[in-house]
């Protein structure tokens, strides 16, 4: 049972440059979210999704888009990379909204520089 | 502003040790308080999920108590592990949207033998 996938693990971007991080999950759950953790910070929402073709921006959208075409995946794109995307990047899943856990993955390190 | 605050920023105990951990949050309305434990490198792990009605839930040897009345609660861990050494992370929601999570900025652990 893999939970929820993240890949890359690290990754080192050069500003302006774009790249999509993949989520997946195998628990056949309708929410999915991103975060991003900075250091001394909780984590802060980027997008999340409430089923497939549903998504909706969170607290910190900016310079990100997403999509979920299946309720499987859940990549998060960053177009024009900016040092201050220099972050980790975590996807996390729940089967619903209430008091349920939620299940992240094990996260993305992504520095622009 | 919804904001959930943790002390102390960092903790060295020694193994077989109890610890304290605290969580003070401004969220309202309230609707649930998770813990999770974060390990380097990797994702939060669900510990405890507390809803009002609840003032004590454990998990092993991991036990978070609320107080609703004044806004706070702790994590307790008893006889303490070298594997406890990680991140503490306290989350409060405002109702029983995952997209409204207010996270802290967690605890760092370190257990020493």
């Known amino acids: 049972n893999a939970g929820v996938t993240q890949t890359p693990k690290f990754r080192i971007l050069k500003i302006g440059q774009s790249m999509t991080l993949q989520c997946a999950q195998d628990?056949?759950?309708?929410?999915m979210y991103w975060y991003r953790q900075d250091p001394g910070m909780g984590l802060k929402l980027i997008y999340y999704s409430v089923g497939a073709g549903i998504t909706d921006k969170g607290e910190v959208p900016n310079g990100y888009n997403v999509s979920r075409s299946t309720t499987e995946d859940f990549p998060l794109r960053l177009e024009l990379a900016a040092p201050s995307q220099t972050s980790v990047y975590f996807c996390?899943?729940?089967?619903?909204?209430?008091?349920?856990?939620?299940?992240f993955g094990s996260g993305t390190q992504l520095s622009v520089l | 502003k919804n904001q959930v605050e943790q002390s102390p920023q960092s903790l060295i105990i020694l193994e077989g040790k109890n610890c304290t951990l605290q969580?003070?949050?401004?969220?309202?309305?309230?609707?649930?308080l998770r813990w999770y434990k974060q390990d380097t490198g990797r994702g939060p792990v669900s510990l405890t999920i507390?809803?009002?009605?609840?003032n004590t839930k454990s998990n092993g040897r991991y036990t978070a108590t609320l107080d609703a009345d004044t806004k706070q609660s702790s994590l307790h861990i008893t006889a303490s592990q070298l594997s406890d050494s990680a991140s503490y992370i306290c989350?409060?929601?405002?109702?029983?949207?995952?997209?409204?999570?207010?996270f802290g900025p967690g605890t760092r652990l370190s257990v020493l033998p």
């Open positions: 989350v409060v929601s405002p109702d029983n949207y995952g997209q409204n999570f207010v």
């Open positions: 507390m809803t009002f009605s609840e």
């Open positions: 996390a899943s729940s089967y619903s909204r209430t008091n349920e856990k939620l299940f």
């Open positions: 628990m056949n759950h309708n929410y």
């Open positions: 969580c003070n949050y401004t969220v309202s309305p309230f609707s649930n």
